[in-house]
């Protein structure tokens, strides 16, 4: 992924015409990130973390609000449940399994995937997290890391052309 500052940040929610509300609430940290090159997808949260702006470039660049949920829980037990990712395909356990929803523009309909509550999709299937390590024990798949970046890229082409985004054409 292109590399942005809080400048082109700012920017970028302008051009996407962002509400006010989500603007003001959006914790964009560019310093903590140490390699964009290796991300397909970044999650830029609120400081409740229950909303925010995904970026997305698998080869463009896109950016979407959503709304995440965390720590699923199994409705009839109360306990929480392990998930694989709809995106990295990361086995997660339920404190760390989420649910992700976003409401299409054009006509008001909601999607909604599972997918892991950190957000770190591209982190995890570059196997730089212990999330990673522990889903490669629970999944046992005879696949490579370009691969498995590969299969995210994919996804998240099928992602962006389920919600209509248009590329971004600023960045
Ligand atoms: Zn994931």
Known sequence: MKSLNREQFSTLLKVQRITTRL???LRFVPEIIDSWDELEML?????SNKEGL???QPDAFYAFP???TTNLADRATGRSKPITCDFCYTWQQGGKAGRITFRRKTDDHTLTYLCCSDLRCSLH??????????SRTQLHEDITTEQRIARLKDKLHILISALDLQPIQTF
Not at 125 to 134: M, S
């Open 43 to 47: 999650a830029v949260p609120t400081r």
């Open 23 to 25: 603007t003001r609430e």
């Open 54 to 56: 995904l970026l997305l």
């Open 66 to 68: 959503y709304e995440l």
């Open 125 to 134: 299937v570059r196997d730089k997290t212990t999330e990673a390590r522990l």
